[in-house]
């Protein structure tokens, strides 16, 4: 089964290997996805709930932060 990671995925390294060509960083590609991101979520879910799963994702940027259910 295909997911939406198999399809975006090869679009974002060829965008990523495009700005790199071009003398962009990854950074400035990563805040229009960002934007975008954005506003396909705008068009189906409350802003209450975009500024909760942005909460969530921040709260654990950490790779080695243990998550609240996990055990040490």
Known sequence: ???????LTP??????????ERKMSSDA??????????????????????RAELIEAADHLDPDEDFMFMRP
Do not use: G, Y
């Open 29 to 50: 590609v990563a805040r229009v996805l960002f934007e975008q991101a954005l506003r396909i979520w705008k068009e189906n879910r409350p802003p209450e709930d975009i």
């Open 11 to 20: 679009h974002l390294d060829a965008a990523l290997t495009e700005a790199t």
């Open 1 to 7: 089964m295909t997911t939406a990671r198999d399809i």
